[in-house]
């Protein structure tokens, strides 16, 4: 009676809604819908309508009625999780959620057990009716929930080790060691399960204590990896130190960019296009309005950087731009794109287009934009 | 109706002392239900037999095929004059990247499943695939995404980027309209469908086969479905990364191929190839499992060289992963990587050119008898043999620098594709149809249907060598008198050859339709059990076969098992003699009378289906409204929970009539 | 010339020209000897499809240096390939006929025999081996440069090509000095302009997506690719236009969009360097053009660039005049348009896709001999060789003539911007005035 109750009151309520185009009435019989759809869940969840209560004898003899109730430990998680959420509301707000999420899961719990308790008087069947309903919707919570805290646990410790390189031999070691276990495993086939089972404790709790330790040490330094727009943006042409990534300019891409700028020991700087395996110190011609991927080759004892003006008052042009200090020896991608011609005015005024390197006055390469 | 309601035979009242109910998982999961149907629409709907699922598949495929065909019809109408204005420039560029699209991931690899999910079992003795649930679903999933895909058509336009979607060509900037989503969505989808049909096969393949059949025994058809279905394994996941780029890319705003963001477009060319020079061995392999069945039926022997066809299979499942870049010598590579991928893909040619050697030595000695399959078959050795050596003159990469991307390529990967893929998959059409329909086709007009397809496939691609040598770049929607030339190579002779070719070819096609109508006619006779006088295990069974294949699962003592049970060599030492001893009756009734007492098969389901579903709905959500990838989302989440809840058979009493006795119940769970 | 006497020692089979002899055009005067026998009967079947008149894409028309390469190396695989599928054919044709079902007894159950298998996996490998071992030596020297003497780089665009040509190191383009002016970058579009007898190097890039460069006569394609420098040798000894399209699929208009490269002998090659880089002149006043001048800076100039010309509308002091730099970063989604200072010096227009001569005056260009090449094509494009009616119907409707994005719904995704040239709503007179202008610009 309610479910088709609720399935009529829905269908009239789209068809209502879509014919009155939304409005209150609509609202009237979403209410009604939801309030029918409420009680078509319960009458199907106490299974109320297979058994007829004015029956007496098939009532008192339905077989949900032979259960008696097993043990539960949602009770207490439940009151577990009210106090937590209160401790919550006092300290900080994760804990709040963690007791509202052992909250919702208690509930839920608790009235599958309930209910999977009154589906037969076999036990045995009560207990996989609830397994299969139940396991479809933990086994993979719970394998998310236990991998977070696994990778978890093991990023915070690779990020806690103090350097890139320590990161490394800690892996290798640790790999090695559960290589080593798993070999001995293996090859025993004697060891008894319980034997297994302190080995993942101990290796669970050594991690998750690990993780705890490291992630409230906190991480290491790890430097940002800057890009040319961004120091562009920022305008940190000068001899501020910034970071990149050096691995960025060594893509196949990189190389088969625009041109080769190099800064040689000399102090000069030279340019070397593909096709062409000079090196050469006059012009660089490149196309306007075109994403002009370019190398800057550092080969002087310092740090340095390749700086290029650019027209300011153009639109997404900004006023200039360079590459990360790059080490010596290193190279690092620039892309540069030319709004306006050399020969606009606002670029003959600015003495033209030319790459430069601040501390080496001597570095300097026209640009020339047809 | 409960989710899971009170067992219905237990007794009403229960004593204290009355032992309790037992409760059996069959009549517990009220909605968690089987369907039972084993005839009418939803017997189709929500079967998970091999069989039906093969003719969905080829049912499907050929209907695409029809959609593919009619976009080449209107590319070859507008280009069949100069300046043609049949199409836009906008709509014959969705037009070509439909046509191929179309023709490649829904007519011949689906029209290739069709034949692996049909004969692949019956070939290796065995009731149904491994996982026929998941069967069923790639089946629909690969319908829904193509079914999606196609919808682009009327929302706004389908994706005009080529089928190769070069980046950034496939940037939203380039392509505004929707199209490249639903195109990249769209293969996702059936991207899923090729790789859980991929992970069915191989188990079946491997795990299933009858007794006394080793891997050197099995069928050379299904070793062929076997090293695409290795290939698709890995090639899918290639392009499955490439489409979630292109779809972060569009979607998300992501610059995977934003150049001025630092991007390579290469880069997609790359993932692409590495699926797509793949994808060419996992359209023609099935094509030529085939044909190398076909041939020895109607050569009266067996296939030349076996071992080596299966080698040199496996071989180019290999070899195929090492020339992708032979797709972009073109691209600026460099001469080294071009050097090693040219000389790479002169190897390949070995392996492709031993088996059309197998394939004529194969029919040298014989007896050959030339029906419409056999026709087909040696129709695929011809026009694929030419299709090869076009392939080898742009395996040297600085010609191919002249001719890729020209109409010389187009001309090439149609003889290789419709001479080899499509041939053989027709022959294999003509070849099974009586075991799968349990009629012949019609000879005769199996006659008009190949030659006019032969001559109609010539006059259409023959002409393609000549207009790319002549200059003529692939994928313009119009070209110039200023461009064409005088004389006898002129491009405008040969582009109206090839368009009047196309519509020959359409007409033979059309044959086949007409065929397959004209051959189920009422009062035409059902077919014999062994027209062809075949080989191999599927034919040990009726025609079309029982719901459980075979009554007995059949041993294996030889390759071609069901010729050595039917004929015996008398002769001596050097000197053959082949005398029959059964025919296929006999021994199809000896099979049945010796039918197994136990056969278990699972029922149908409903929830293939419904997941399947949930994927296109995902996908618009993803181009429309992110609200609506949620809904998918719940509903692909529900349909895996009754996936996961379902009993394994329907209850007895859920038939109608309630299986007792009847065959039914021998098919459902004996 | 001492390429081409190579190139004439390694065609040693005439079985090619034996069929083109008669019919080598105007542009490609080459004599072959002519080797009779079977090879070259063959060899003429497996050319015939592929030496026809006049298309001027032709790829077995060799003419530049490195197409001549590919040549060489590709007419002997073509035969081999004819070859092997006469054979493989003939085999077939054996064994249908012989094998025929006649009622002759049940053939013997056999695989095979593994010697022969083994040798059908040989014969082939024998072969690709020895079509590979040529094959990498022409890929490496497709891919020389060292000994370039000429630069010039293109850049691909949404649908048609930019040139620039750089100026060398010793202040001369392409070795050539120019008389009157410094020597400057020279931007042009659609038409390259090359010397005969000179190896150039194009270094190739594009501002939006992947297009491909290609002159069947010259070389292969290359694909232009963003973000990344490709590079491509051209060459040839003889002049004359060549044509070529963009082959890599880039979007709506991939069709229209062409191009050609015009190969020049020194002289005339000089003559246009020169013309090239003459200072800009205003139409005389109260002219058609000089209206049109007005009407340019207001309509096209902010697109199109016109080297040196200057704004001096609504003023007499010369120091007010400002100097007129497209920016078409505002308006073009890839950020340039055509530079047109001598539109009427090349002769096609709108990515190459339409003529700037009638069609009678195209012939004229187009198959002129070699040696009166030159002199027509710097002729340029006169009022009478005006081709009108495209021109016009370009500056009325550009988009309705050449597809392009121009459309606003198309625009949302390019924050407005068009790709390729939108409607400008231009009147009739704006038109003409256009016209005369452009006219001048050569």
Known sequence: ?370 | MAIIERPTDTPAVVSPDAAPAVATPATSYGVFRRPVETTGWKSWLFTIDHKKLGIMYGVVAMAFFVIGGIEALLIRLQLAGPDGTVLSADAYNQMFTMHATTMVFLFVMPMAAAFANYMVPLQIGARDVAFPRINAFGFWTFLFGGLFLNTSWILGGAADGGWFMYAPNSSVAFSPTNGVDFWALGLQITGIASLTGAINLIVTVINMRAPGMSLMKVPIFTWMIMVVQFLLLFAIPVITVALFLLMFQRSFDATFFSVEAGADPLLWQHLFWIFGHPEVYIIVLPAFGIVSEVLPVFSKKPLFGYPLVVFSGAAIGFVGWGVWAHHMFASGLGPISVAVFSVATMAIAIPTGVKIINWVMTMWGGKLKFTVPMLYAVGVIVQFTIGGLSGVTHSVAPSDTQQTDTYYIVAHFHYVIFGGAVLGLFSGLYYWWPKMFGKMLNERMGRWNFWLTIIGMNLTFGPMHVLGLQGQPRRMYRWTENRAGEGFFNIGFWNLIASIGSFVLALGVLMFFVNIYVSHRKGTQKAPLDPWDARSLEWITTSPPKEHNFDRTPTVGHLDEFFHRKYEDRGEGDHHDYHQVATAEEIVAEEEAKGDSHIHLPSPSYWPILLSLALPIMAYGVIYNIWLIAGGAALALLSMYGWGMEPHTAPDDDYDPPAAGTELEVAAHG | MSSRTNHDRTISDGSHDAHTLDRVSAVNPRRRRRIPGIAAAIGAAIALSACATDAPQDTWQPVGENAQKIHDLQWPVFLTAGIVGVLVFGLLAVTVLRFRDKGQAMPEQTHGKPVIEYLFIAIPAVILAAIAIPTVGVVMALADTDDTECVINVTGQQWWWEYDYEVEDDGTICGFAPTAAEAAPIVTSGQLVIPADTKVLLRGTSRDVIHSYWIPRLNGKRDMVPGRVHYLRLSSETPGIYAGQCTEFCGLSHANMRMETIVLEPDHFQQWLDNELEPYTSPEEGTLAAAGEATFITQCSRCHQVNGLVDDRGTDDPDDDTLVVSYPDQFVYSGAAPNLTNLMGRNTFAGATFDLLTDECRADVWEADPEVFGERYLAGVTEDCLNEIELREWLRNSPAKKPMYADAEMLTETDGKTRGMPYLALSEDQIDELIAYLLERK
Not at chain 1, 205 to 230: C, F, M, P, Q
Not at chain 1, 241 to 262: C, F, I, M, P
Not at chain 1, 316 to 321: A, F
Not at chain 1, 354 to 369: D, K, N, Q, W
């Open chain 1, 1 to 370: 009676m309610f479910t088709t109750g609720a399935v009529a009151s829905l269908a009239g309520t789209v068809a209502y809604g879509v014919l009155a185009e939304g409005t209150m009435g609509t609202i009237g019989l979403v209410s009604a819908t939801v309030a029918l759809a409420t009680l078509a869940g319960i009458v199907i969840f106490t299974r109320d309508a297979n058994v007829f209560a004015d029956e007496p004898d098939t009532f008192d003899g339905a077989a949900a009625n032979a259960a008696r109730p097993g043990a539960s430990m949602w009770p207490f998680a439940l009151g577990l999780a009210v106090t937590t959420m209160t401790l919550g509301l006092v300290t900080y707000p994760a804990i709040f959620i963690l007791g509202a999420i052992l909250f919702v899961a208690g509930i839920a719990e608790w009235i599958l057990q309930a209910w999977s308790e009154r589906a037969s008087a076999d036990a045995s069947h009560n207990a996989e009716v609830r397994s299969r309903l139940a396991y479809t919707a933990e086994m993979p919570v719970a394998a998310a929930i236990g991998l977070g805290i696994v990778i978890y646990s093991f990023s915070r410790v690779m990020l806690g080790v103090p350097s890139k390189t320590s990161t490394i031999v800690a892996f290798s070691i640790v790999a090695t060691i559960v290589l080593i276990l798993g070999a001995i495993v293996g090859a025993k086939r004697s060891i008894t399960a319980p034997k297994i089972t302190a080995l993942f404790a101990v290796s669970g709790v050594v991690l998750i204590g690990g993780g705890a330790v490291s992630g409230l040490n906190g991480e290491r330094h790890i430097h940002e990896h800057e890009t040319t727009a961004y120091i562009a943006a920022k305008d940190e042409c000068g001899a501020e130190k910034t970071y990149a990534d050096k691995h960025a300019s060594q893509t196949v891409a990189g190389k088969a960019g625009n041109a080769e700028v190099r800064l040689t020991a000399a102090g000069t700087l030279v340019h070397r296009k593909p096709g062409d395996e000079t090196d050469r110190s006059s012009a660089l011609q490149l196309p306007r309005s075109n994403a002009n991927n370019l190398l800057f080759r550092n080969d002087s004892d310092e740090e340095r950087r390749l700086v290029i003006d650019l027209a300011p008052d153009y639109e997404g042009s900004p006023p200039r731009i360079c590459t990360t200090l790059v080490d010596p020896g290193g190279v690092q991608l620039i892309t540069v794109n030319f709004a306006v011609p050399s020969f606009a005015p606002e670029i003959t005024d600015i003495g033209g287009y030319r790459f430069y390197v601040p501390g080496v006055s001597s570095a300097e390469l026209e640009v020339v934009v047809p």
